[in-house]
């Protein structure tokens, strides 16, 4: 599973012309701890998850990638 990307987090910030630092001062985390999210090198738990998307105004769905 090592390599395989779960998160799409970098991806949306992209879309929406966003920074990660930008996120990671509205989701209450420092810059690191958004990189390591945007890098999939940790994940979010569900909460954290959860306001990013509310910050971002996106279906939770659409910081993850499918798995079908």
Same mark, same amino acid.
């Given at each position: 599973?090592?390599?395989?990307?779960? #998160?799409?987090?970098? @991806? %949306?910030?992209? @879309?929406?012309?966003?920074?990660?630092?930008?996120?990671?001062?509205?989701?209450?985390?420092?810059? %690191? %701890?958004?990189? #390591?999210?945007? #890098? #999939?090198?940790?994940?979010?738990?569900? @909460?954290?998850?959860?306001?990013?998307?509310?910050?971002?105004d996106v279906d939770i *769905?659409?910081?993850?990638?499918?798995? *079908?």
């Amino acid at each position: 599973m090592a390599g395989i990307p779960i #998160n799409r987090i970098k @991806e %949306v910030l992209k @879309e929406q012309g966003r920074t990660q630092t930008w996120l990671a001062e509205r989701i209450g985390k420092s810059y %690191v %701890v958004v990189t #390591n999210y945007c #890098n #999939n090198k940790t994940q979010p738990n569900l @909460e954290v998850l959860r306001r990013m998307a509310e910050v971002l105004d996106v279906d939770i *769905r659409a910081l993850l990638w499918g798995t *079908r």
